[in-house]
Nanobody, 124 residues
Framework: QVQLVESGGGLVQAGGSLRLSCAAS????????VGWFRQAPGSEREFVAT????????YFADSVKGRFTISRDNAKNTAYLRMNNLKPEDTAVYYC?????????????????WGQGTQVTVSS
């Protein structure tokens, strides 16, 4: 069982920045891939970014490329999503998830555990 807790969400003006954190329980976090997804009101959950177990491989949705970065600190069992130049359309609940096989994927159903989400609201 892996427990994930997201934090760092909040209200920010367009053009601002936020850093989300995803803290994981368990001793094998360093073997997991981590993904970030988001869900806006009335929309389906969508892929945002993912990072492999070592942190050497990352993928991003086209909508956030060049604005968001994903990273991890395996010593702290934590992954991060740094969001710069935020836009109102980035408003959503952001979720982190882990893939126990360590494979970074954009496919939602391939993730094994999910956090409860953190709200990000970007005002215009």
């Amino acid at each position: 069982q892996v427990q994930l807790v997201e934090s760092g969400g909040g209200l920010v003006q367009a053009g601002g920045s936020l850093r989300l954190s995803c803290a994981a329980s368990g001793r094998t976090f360093s073997s997991y891939a981590v993904g970030w997804f988001r869900q806006a009101p009335g929309s389906e959950r969508e892929f945002v970014a993912t990072i492999n177990a070592s942190g050497g491989t990352t993928y991003f949705a086209d909508s956030v490329k060049g604005r968001f970065t994903i990273s991890r600190d395996n010593a702290k069992n934590t992954a991060y999503l740094r969001m710069n130049n935020l836009k109102p359309e980035d408003t959503a609940v952001y979720y982190c998830a882990v893939d126990l096989h360590g494979i970074p994927t954009m496919v939602e159903y391939e993730y094994d555990y999910w956090g409860q989400g953190t709200q990000v609201t970007v005002s215009s």
